[in-house]
């Protein structure tokens, strides 16, 4: 998991990354759909986030946490930290 500076999302949806917990779900599963992606809204747990946009770094599981969302796990100089997740 890593942590980045949330602005407007593939969903459409733009935050600061302050609030609420927002997060970027792989490119890879996310796939070509943006806007009307099934994925979008729908929440995840290792900590509370709303998927909101797709991470084109990310592979695999690993997900990109809104800066406000990652501070849940971890210190932001952390920069990458390991946590299970899954959908709501």
């Known amino acids: 998991i890593t942590h980045y500076d949330a ?3 593939a969903c459409g949806i733009t935050s600061d990354g302050d609030a609420p917990n927002m ?3 792989p490119h890879s599963m ?9 994925y979008c809204n729908k929440t ?3 900590t509370s986030a709303t998927v909101v946009d797709k991470c084109m770094g990310c592979d695999g599981f690993s997900i990109d946490l809104s800066n406000a969302a990652f501070l849940d796990l971890d210190d932001l ?3 990458r930290t390991r946590a299970t997740w899954y959908f709501n």
């Open 30 to 38: 996310m796939g070509p759909k943006s806007n009307d992606n099934p």
């Open 23 to 25: 997060v970027a779900l």
């Open 44 to 46: 995840i747990t290792a």
């Open 77 to 79: 100089a952390v920069g």
């Open 7 to 9: 602005g407007l999302g």
